[in-house]
């Protein structure tokens, strides 16, 4: 009889479990607002919001929640994800579609007055010349290695006056984050020859000081995000062994240039800053220091109250405060909201995981990143569905995501 009733047990928790998951895999309509939002133009940019404005006086710094400039006054990060250094072709994507200054442009027309731009250590150690066909839209480039054409693109961008972070994305290039234990951390040199790209935490510095160096006296390459989603062998990663290596880092750079800003991301793929309240991270160059958190739909699986794209609207806010909003809500430091995304054509899941998340980054008015521009993805051209332009790297999608995101733009 007892295994009978745990029979039945079992099979209701999977018939759950299967209903719930068929209906968050069902496709979702987009609401009315989002339907007219799509077939207006997009409004310009506000400019007042960039730094060549002539609105800011740098450097940066942080105070309390904000980053601010020389007077006080906040610069909220706007910004996209501009993602290609950091996998397996080296070099920003689009190159051979449109020219790097149009890619600027085209950023800076959707409004964002910021850029993730990612690289990977490997880009660095080797420096690869890139084949001619990948930079047919760009042919002043042509015959230069990786390091002297990632240097073009920021040149690039901060002439459009966009304001750039760098950020340190992966150790071998190639799509970020798998289970490879390679790529879990900054330095991987304790698993000895199974890595293909090995360094060590002083390597994985000195990679820092190479790719910084040609912007030590560009005032629009803001700062540098450490590392992408450290999490350790299966979510093994300490905060205090990530904040230790952070400030080592941080340090170093600030050497070269004491104004630029460290971002520091959580563990647990980047969503937890939960350690950060009792082991902040000091520099020695105070007001320094920003967090950064990312969150996706799949993020929260393990935890009691499952993936976001589950959540109820409490239950998502009770989890931001815990792991990284409290920073905010609490005046002690920002945090900027460094990657989040969804697809152009969502499920019911992804939508539910996004408007709560709109909901609250409204809410708080919080700095952000989206990923990404890219309509397709480097290693097999793959179509990326999280895109916001289209293959011409000109044409904005005009959905529900720009949508919200000029609504964040805007303090809407």
């Known amino acids: 009889m007892f295994l009978f009733i745990a ?31 799509s077939q207006l133009p997009l409004q310009p940019p506000v400019e007042s919001s960039f730094l060549s404005s002539g609105e800011y006086e740098l450097p940066l710094r942080t105070k309390g929640r904000d980053i601010v400039d020389k007077n006080g006054r906040r610069f909220k990060l706007s910004a996209v994800n501009w993602y290609g250094a950091s996998d397996e072709l080296f070099i920003p994507g689009g190159l051979d579609v449109q020219h790097r200054d149009r890619i600027a442009l085209t950023i800076r027309h959707l409004g964002f007055n910021s ?30 290695p990786a390091l002297k054409i990632f240097e073009a693109v920021v040149k ?71 590392r992408n989603e450290v999490r350790g062998l299966w979510g093994t990663m300490s905060w205090d062994r990530w904040a230790t290596a952070a400030e080592r880092a941080g340090n170093a750079l600030l050497e070269m240039n004491s104004d630029w800003l460290m971002i520091v991301g959580g563990t647990e793929s980047g969503n937890d800053l939960s350690g950060a309240l009792q082991r902040p991270v000091k520099l020695d160059v105070n007001h320094r220091v920003v967090y950064s958190a ?11 109250g499952g993936r976001y794209a589950q959540r109820s609207y409490p239950s998502f806010v009770k989890s931001m405060r815990q792991n990284w909003a ?5 005046n002690l430091a920002p945090v900027w909201v460094g990657e989040f995304g969804a697809p152009h054509k969502p499920s019911k899941g992804d939508a539910n995981y996004w408007n709560n998340l709109m909901r609250y980054l409204k809410s708080i008015d919080a700095d952000f990143a989206y990923w990404a521009l890219n309509p397709r993805k480097p290693k097999e051209n793959e179509k990326e569905s999280y895109c916001l332009v289209e293959d011409d790297w000109i044409t904005p999608v005009l959905d529900y995501r720009m949508k919200d995101m000029t609504d964040l733009m805007r303090g809407g």
């Not at 360094?199 to 450490?226: C, K, S, Y």
């Not at 990312?294 to 009691?304: E, I, P, Q, R, T």
């Open 7 to 37: 029979a039945l047990l079992v099979g209701a928790l999977f018939w759950y479990i299967s209903n719930r998951e068929r209906a968050l895999s069902a496709p979702w309509t987009p609401t009315a607002d989002a339907r007219i939002f």
């Open 115 to 144: 850029v993730r731009l990612p690289y990977a250590d490997e880009m660095v150690i080797s420096n690869p010349h890139i084949l001619p066909h990948l930079l047919a839209a760009n042919k002043d480039l042509v015959g230069l």
């Open 156 to 226: 690039s961008l901060t002439d459009a006056g966009l304001a750039v972070i760098i950020n340190n994305h992966i150790t071998h290039a190639t799509w970020c984050c798998g289970a490879d234990p390679c790529d879990a951390g900054w330095a991987n040199d304790h698993l000895g020859p199974i890595c293909r790209i090995r360094q060590t935490e002083d390597e994985w510095i000195d990679h820092w000081r190479q790719i910084m160096a040609p912007f030590v006296d560009n005032p629009l390459v803001i700062g540098a995000d450490l």
């Open 294 to 304: 990312h969150v996706y739909a799949w993020s929260g699986w393990g935890s009691l």
């Open 326 to 330: 409290y920073l905010i809500e609490g």
